[in-house]
């Protein structure tokens, strides 16, 4: 059974940087892109980035656009998430999510995914 492993979570003061990773494990694991999202308290799940696992391509949340950055590792079934500038707003459980088949469905949308990890805390102070 395949799983989905986040890490690197943490506190940090704003301004710094945290690198998140997700890790795939299982025999098989097959997958078309795989999205980061994030949660914080009393709020709807919302959509950080994405990547597309063969062509790389990569898509972000206005909110995070020119700060984070999401790369992967292929040979490794790894996602990384590079977090810079944190502000105290990024606050929230951070979640890897993967979808397994192509299609025009949104990759900004947590409904069109198929497996998820179980969440890492980032937590920025002012």
């Known amino acids: 059974q395949v799983q989905l492993v986040e890490s690197g979570g943490g506190l940090v003061q704003a301004g710094g940087s945290l690198r998140l990773s997700c890790v795939a494990s299982?025999?098989?694991?097959?997958?078309?892109?795989m999205g980061w999202f994030r949660q914080a308290p009393g709020k709807e799940r919302e959509f950080v980035g994405s990547i597309r696992w063969t062509a790389g391509s990569t898509g972000y949340a206005d909110s995070v656009k020119g700060r984070f950055t999401i790369s992967r590792d292929n040979a490794k079934n790894t996602v990384y998430l590079q977090m810079n500038s944190l502000k105290p707003e990024d606050t929230a459980i951070y979640y890897c999510?993967?979808?397994?088949?192509?299609?025009?469905?949104?990759?900004?949308?947590?409904?069109?995914?198929?497996?998820w990890g179980q969440g890492t805390q980032v937590t920025v102070s002012s």
């Open positions: 299982g025999r098989t694991f097959d997958s078309y892109a």
């Open positions: 999510a993967s979808r397994k088949y192509a299609g025009l469905w949104s990759l900004s949308s947590p409904g069109n995914y198929d497996l």
